[in-house]
């Protein structure tokens, strides 16, 4: 099974696009929100006024770049889920060929099966892109409205002009990013976080079917479940159990009995379980040869990383938003949190020793 840097790596490409998308439709409102150096008090309502009639000229504009950014991400996307497939089925197999060299399992280009699977959850996951790219079309499209309201208001009840105004509503939104899920709660989640957390979660979620493929080719029902400490509550109790995938054994409990199929449960989006094919009377290898402990060390390190790298890129698209806004002094603002921030991450990577990604700290 691949473990969560490993879930993260194949990810990655698919979000850096997405984000590329946010980036792109941030500097296209910022363009279009754009306003005279000479503008005064007096006339804010009137540029409020004309630029809300410009809407309908960035829809066109938004439309053409989430439409053609779509296509290339779910490219990347269908990549991305055969890969992971594919890549988790092979580890497998070399488990499964040493217990039951003989048996009559197909390789695993040719498992019906497993390409049934593949063509399953690249429909699956580019119908939920899709929904995510028409959200951040409609929210850029009320992030514009926002700017145009807010730097108003500001105007109108504060001591501010109105240059000062927009650059500090722009600088808001290029740190908050365009939303790309609004859910149930009403809660708002950034591009960044949701396209992250749903990708990661394709990968996941495909890898572990595709062992669960390859268990079927080769007639294997039981599954082991490994065990390490700090397991979270969602998990902890059925974690070092053997379990029965038909839940048709007689001594072993059916594996949907488990917290399985949970977004906080055993292999669910931050699990760093794994499960292996159990033969029963045959001793079965539990464990990966990499050490827990140390693998948990290099993955909070590597989010924490990355998360100095969400706040370069969020100081670059502010430099951008006030370049489009054409925000002399906004950009140079926007440029000495970019340093600060730059700072940090050196400061990190000295401290941990780790490589510093600087193709992760690019945008568009």
Same mark, same amino acid.
């Given at each position: 099974?691949?473990? +969560?840097?490993?879930?993260q790596?194949?990810a990655?490409k ?36 004309e ?8 829809? *066109? ?34 488990t ?12 695993v ?14 429909n699956? /996951?580019?119908r939920?892109?899709?929904i ?9 499209q ?9 730097a ?9 002009? =109105?240059?000062?105004a927009?650059?500090e ?9 365009? +939303? ?14 949701y ?8 990968? *996941? ?13 080769y ?5 082991e479940?490994?065990s390490?400490?700090?397991?979270? =509550?969602? %998990?902890? +109790?059925y ?10 054994? =007689?001594?072993? +409990?059916?594996?949907s009995?488990?917290s ?8 669910g989006i931050n %699990? ?8 029963e009377?045959?001793?079965? *290898? ?10 948990d ?9 990355? /998360? ?23 950009v140079?603002?926007?440029?000495? *949190?970019?340093r ?25």
């Open positions: 099974m691949l473990t +969560p840097e490993e879930v790596k194949h990655d698919v979000a850096e696009r997405m984000e590329e998308t946010e980036q792109k439709l941030l500097v296209s409102v910022a363009s279009q929100a754009r306003m005279p150096k000479d503008l005064t008090e007096q006339d804010i309502q009137d540029w409020q006024a630029k809300v009639t410009q809407t309908a000229q960035l829809e *066109k504009r938004n439309a053409r770049i989430v439409a053609a950014d779509l296509r290339d991400a779910e490219k990347e996307l269908e990549h991305m889920i055969e890969s992971v497939a594919h890549e988790a089925a092979e580890r497998q197999d070399r499964l060929r040493q217990f039951k060299p003989d048996a009559d399992a197909p390789a280009a040719a498992s019906t099966a497993m390409v049934a699977l593949v063509q399953e959850k690249q699956e /996951y580019r939920v892109l899709q995510t790219g028409q959200t951040m079309f409609r929210q850029s009320r992030v514009y409205l926002d700017i145009l309201t807010a108003t208001q500001r105007v109108i009840e504060g001591d501010i002009s =109105p240059q000062e927009l650059r509503v722009a600088s808001f939104w290029a740190e908050r990013g365009i +939303p790309a899920l609004i859910d149930r709660a009403g809660r708002q989640w950034s591009t960044e976080a396209v992250n957390m749903f990708v990661r979660t394709a990968a *996941k979620s495909t890898a572990v079917e595709a062992q669960f493929v390859r268990m079927d080719d007639g294997i029902d039981l599954i479940v490994s390490h400490m700090g397991a979270r =509550p969602r %998990c902890a +109790p974690q070092g159990k053997i379990y029965s995938r038909s839940g048709r054994h =007689p001594r072993f +409990p059916p594996f009995s488990t399985y199929g949970e977004a906080a449960g055993l292999l %699990c760093g379980h794994q499960i292996y094919p159990y033969i009377g045959v001793s079965v *290898k539990r464990y990966e040869p990499y050490p827990m402990r140390e693998n060390l290099v993955y909070q390190q590597s989010q924490r990383q990355r /998360y100095f790298e969400r706040r370069i890129r969020a100081a670059k698209r502010e430099v951008e938003m006030m370049k489009a806004l054409g925000d002399q002094e906004g140079r603002l926007a440029q000495e *949190k970019l600060e921030r730059q700072a940090v991450m050196r400061s990190f990577i000295k401290e941990t020793g780790r490589t510093r990604r600087y193709d992760r700290e690019r945008i568009v």
